[in-house]
């Protein structure tokens, strides 16, 4: 698979199914392995939450797909300021998409606008039968 | 949510793993909105996009996209897919022919608006909901 950016945008009453079958299909055409896939769905309920607790009326997202890697670029998060990892939920202190993501940066930019980028990654590549 | 909304807005490279993201996208909209029609919106918007990416192939043009936007009314999900291409014209090739038939077939209307050459053609896909629209 080459490197694809694909971008979606949806209504937040549909925001969870729509966004995370999307970035499923995306993560797995990626080569990332099924446990990732898990973290990426769950990653992407946790954000929708994190939008509805902020009023958000609709979520955007930018993935960024190569081989065996995928980011996640959310931007609609960021139009009520700026974006905390410590909006969203947390165990023992630790918030959920950093448990789940590689790597989670709240200080990226896109279009101008604060937004949260997901970076998830797998060692191994996802084998169909 | 409001009638007429415009519920998801989707733009993917003209590649086969464009079309799988979209299909899934729409079959969990589907399950929010829609679950009667679930396979018929699957049916027809895949072919309406891989008609598109086809034309790219053919016609190898790089950096293509597809363009999806879905609107939710009281009556009818309509589904809008916009790309390169000259459209599905009513002869041609025969694989352009079943295209077009089985999208008019699972689809309740189907409308192909030929833009200009550069700005492609848009199929417009109505699915109308029998028993009202289950929202969440």
Redesign the interface.
């Known amino acids: 698979m080459e490197q694809l950016a694909l971008n979606v945008e949806a209504r937040l009453a549909v925001a969870d199914p729509v966004l995370g079958r999307f970035v499923a299909a995306v993560a797995m055409e990626a080569g990332l392995t099924v446990a990732r896939i898990d973290d990426v769905v769950l990653a992407i309920s946790t954000v929708v939450g994190m939008a509805r607790a902020r009023h958000v009326e609709s979520v955007a997202l930018t993935c960024a797909a190569a081989p065996r890697q995928l980011d996640m670029v959310i931007s609609a998060l960021a139009d009520h300021g700026p974006v905390a990892l410590g909006d969203g939920p947390a165990i023992n202190g630790v918030p959920v998409l950093q448990m789940l993501a590689d790597t989670v940066d709240a200080s990226a930019a896109k279009g101008g606008r604060p937004a949260l980028r997901l970076r998830f990654t797998s060692d191994e590549t996802f084998i169909t039968l | 949510?409001k009638p007429q909304?415009?519920?998801?807005?989707?733009?993917?490279?003209a590649?086969d793993?464009?079309v799988?993201?979209v299909?899934?996208?729409?079959?969990?909209?589907c399950?929010?909105?829609a679950r009667q029609r679930a396979d018929d919106v699957r049916v027809a918007v895949t072919e309406a996009c891989d008609g598109v990416c086809r034309f790219a192939v053919l016609n190898t043009l790089a950096d293509q996209d597809i363009d999806v936007e879905a609107v939710l009314s009281d009556t009818a999900l309509t589904v809008i897919v916009r790309g390169a291409g000259a459209g599905l014209p009513t002869t041609g090739s025969t694989s352009r022919r079943v295209r077009a038939s089985l999208m008019g077939a699972v689809a309740d209307q189907m409308t192909v608006v030929p833009r200009t050459a550069k700005q492609g053609t848009e199929t417009r896909l109505t699915f109308f909901l029998d028993h009202g629209v289950p929202?969440?």
């Open positions: 949510m909304e415009n519920l998801v807005r989707i733009r993917v490279p590649c793993s464009g799988v993201a299909r899934q996208a729409l079959a969990g909209l399950d929010a909105v929202l969440r």
